[in-house]
């Protein structure tokens, strides 16, 4: 299924919440470092018109493809993983009055069953949000060892451990798998008792996506060039999706607040705005956090 034939629909996250507390204006100019399907850029740009001074940057070819509407209105778009894009535009000394990071996958990712997200749409095992990148889910659960997989659903996906531990052994008896409907499959037969909310299948999922992706340290370390991106007077906004992000976004945000004079950033958000309360329509913001900061 191409993209082109079934337009994506994306709703950003926390939308309100980030137009008011990132509050854009007129002639500023605007970095999105994970501007996926442009939900928040519409809005953003909408606002201040500075698309020749605006950066959008995804790591997912689709996602750019669907950018191109505001490059044909001069915006600048960036194909690459944001860390990447983040230590360019440091390098070139650019600044920005606005910053947004909106973390996690985005609704056609997950939708679109050969990207291989998602345990309800049955596809190739993947996870790649950038096709360019050789590792994939698939290579991760048939290859590693058991205290590695154990690792990344316990750590990544925020499995309890003996649960991890049971899951990894039925994934190991069944090898090899190449779907994500039999990953799911396997853990269904392993999970133990009943389940309401959550599926089973989540955290691991979840676990081999940030593993795939390397999600974590793209955020711990992109998080300390913000100071340097924004201008005196810019705000940051981070939305996050699991607690292991928004803790990172949280300590960053205290140590460059907290220096006396010499911080860097003033906290706007002392508690994150959360999904459940501020978004309740949108199903994908049920466990969004967003956090923002200025810079002194
Ligand atoms: C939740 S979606 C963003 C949606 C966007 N705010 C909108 O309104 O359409 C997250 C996007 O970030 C991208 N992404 C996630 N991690 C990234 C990274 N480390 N570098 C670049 N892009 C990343 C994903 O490919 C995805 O398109």
Sequence with gaps: MSIKEHPPLHVPVLLESVLQLLDPKLGENYLDLTAGYGGHADAILGITTNYAESVLVDRDECAIRTLERFSTQGARLVHTDFLAAARQLVSQGTQFSLILIDLGVSSPQLDIASRGFSFTHDGPLDMRMDHRNQLTAERLVNTLRRD??????????????????????????????????????????????????????????????????????????????????????????????????DRMVKRYFAEQSQAGYEAELQILTRKPIDGATYDVHNPRARSAKLRVAVKK
């Design 148 to 245: 590695e997989l154990v690792r990344i659903i316990s750590e990544y996906g925020e499995e309890p451990a003996g649960v991890a531990r049971r899951y990894v052994d039925a994934i190991i008896s069944a090898r090899p798998l190449h779907t994500t409907g039999e990953l799911r499959d396997v853990i269904l037969g392993a999970h133990v008792g009943r389940w309401q909310r959550t599926h089973p299948a989540t955290r691991t999922f979840q676990g081999l996506r940030i593993a795939v992706n390397d999600e974590l340290r793209q955020v711990e370390q992109v998080l300390p060039l913000m100071t340097q991106l924004l201008r005196p007077g810019g705000r940051v906004g981070v939305i996050s999706f699991h607690s292991l992000e």
